[in-house]
T-cell receptor
């Protein structure tokens, strides 16, 4: 039972470098999300998708692009990393929105120097 | 603006009971979630309340008062493994989850 798998687990980037975080779920969920988690703050939604081929902006979308490759996979791309993007990133998926739990990946700890 | 408030940290004793409070202010309301997050791990779902009252699930219970914008998570018979952060999140009228910063619960023997 894999659930939600995201890669990589850790990464250090230099300012201006790019990278893609990958997320895959095997629960046939329609909804997928990318969050960032910073100390002393709640999870903040970056982008989300309500189905294959759809994406939408969340609370903090600037500096990030996403792609819903198919029903299983949802990627997050940083085109030109900045130190302010140092954070722990979580991918999540859910069957719906109301009264449905979200399942989270194990997180990616990203440091931008 | 939208806001979730919960204590930053709480300490309790193994075997005891602890109540973690959460107050919320959101544009509309479609339910309140509680998640548990152990250090360095992913959040995992604990409960969902949309109607007023208490929902019991084993050692954990969650309460909601919509008129007061208030919820609490009650943990009974505390075990060392309950040491974790507990995240409160409210679903607003646009079905967006607004998350609190989390309450770090420390359990002492």
């Amino acid at each position: 039972n894999a659930g939600v798998t995201q890669t990589p687990k850790f990464r250090v980037l230099k300012t201006g470098q790019s990278m893609t975080l990958l997320c895959a779920q095997d629960m046939n969920h329609e909804y997928m999300y990318w969050y960032r988690q910073d100390p002393g703050m709640g999870l903040r939604l970056i982008h989300y998708s309500v189905g294959e081929g759809t994406t939408a902006k969340g609370e903090v979308p600037d500096g990030y692009n996403v792609s819903r490759l198919n029903k299983r996979e949802f990627s997050l791309r940083l085109e030109s990393a900045a130190p302010s993007q140092t954070s722990v990133y979580f991918c999540a998926s859910s069957e719906g929105i109301m009264n449905t739990e979200a399942f989270f990946g194990q997180g990616t700890r990203l440091t931008v120097v | 603006g939208q806001n979730i408030d919960q204590p930053t940290e709480m300490t309790a004793t193994e075997g005891a009971i602890v109540q973690i409070n959460c107050t919320y202010q959101t544009s509309g309301f479609n339910g309140l979630f509680w998640y548990q997050q152990h250090a360095g791990e992913a959040p995992t779902f604990l409960s969902y309340n949309v109607l007023d009252g208490l929902e019991e699930k084993g050692r954990f219970s969650s309460f909601l008062s919509r008129s007061k914008g208030y919820s609490y998570l009650l943990l009974k018979e505390l075990q060392m493994k309950d040491s974790a952060s507990y995240l409160c999140a409210a679903l607003d009228s646009n079905y967006q989850l607004i998350w609190g910063a989390g309450t770090k619960l420390i359990i002492k023997p």
